[in-house]
């Protein structure tokens, strides 16, 4: 399995999966329809099928404007606002997406939205904005139990899983870890290598859970109600 990494709108990542380099691609959270069409032109590749992780506007504007160029399946959440999905999803489903021969296992990952779910397949997961390097997506619509059990879920992950996020967030999310937990200096080592990756221009990510455990505060948080506060501290910082 292929994947790599779209930069799209100001700092969204749209990932692109393929069976192997050339083949056709399976495209997560499509916030910008150019970015991909334009990907596909230079690449000469087909589109095989849409992943949604949840409703919001900078994962999904893309996907009509991709339709009325390709007739291909967008699979995403079952309880979505968004209404162009085709292919429903819930927690504990499992399926192949078209263009592609892996199964993938669906995660409901409630807490930044209610329909927000994740993606695993072997050693991969798609988490959308639940999980950031470092640190998560803001609660918009769920509770602070919802959100720290979606976190902990990810978290009995296998370490090895890689962490395909969909924003490049991780700088400001390690200045915030390293406020949190001042003495970790798997933070500190984390820094300066986003930062040398960074100033090369090249993404941050994928990380994996294995790094998310050892730097990320949200991740390592023992209750609801520590998560709660690192939240409310870090929507403010």
């Given at each position: ?108 990952t409630p807490g930044h939205t209610l ?123």
């Amino acid at each position: 399995m292929h994947i790599s990494a779209l930069p799209a709108l100001n700092d969204n990542y749209i990932w692109i999966i393929q069976q192997q380099q050339g083949a056709p691609a399976v495209v997560v959270d499509p916030g910008d329809a150019q970015s991909v069409l334009d990907w596909l032109a230079s690449h000469q590749i087909e589109l095989a099928s849409l992943l949604v992780t949840h409703h919001h506007w900078d994962h999904t504007d893309g996907i009509e404007p991709l339709l009325q160029h390709y007739d291909v399946p967008v699979y995403g959440p079952k309880n979505s606002k968004f209404k162009l999905i085709s292919d429903t999803l819930a927690e504990g489903d499992s399926f192949i997406p078209a263009g592609l021969k892996q199964s993938f296992n669906v995660l409901a990952t409630p807490g930044h939205t209610l329909d927000h779910i994740s993606y695993v397949t072997e050693g991969a997961l798609f988490c959308g904005d639940t999980l950031f390097s470092a640190g998560c997506g803001r609660m918009f619509e769920g509770q602070p139990e919802q959100f720290h059990q979606s976190l902990q879920k990810l978290a009995k992950l296998p370490v090895t899983t890689a962490v395909y996020a969909a924003h490049e967030y991780t700088l400001a999310n390690l200045r915030f870890a390293a406020a949190a937990e001042p003495d970790n200096q798997a933070i500190h080592e984390a820094t300066l290598a986003v930062s040398k990756l960074r100033a090369a221009g090249q993404p941050s990510l994928p990380s994996t859970i294995a790094t998310e455990l050892s730097i990320n505060p949200f991740l390592r948080a023992e209750s609801a109600t520590a998560f709660a506060k690192l939240r409310q501290w870090k929507d403010k910082f």
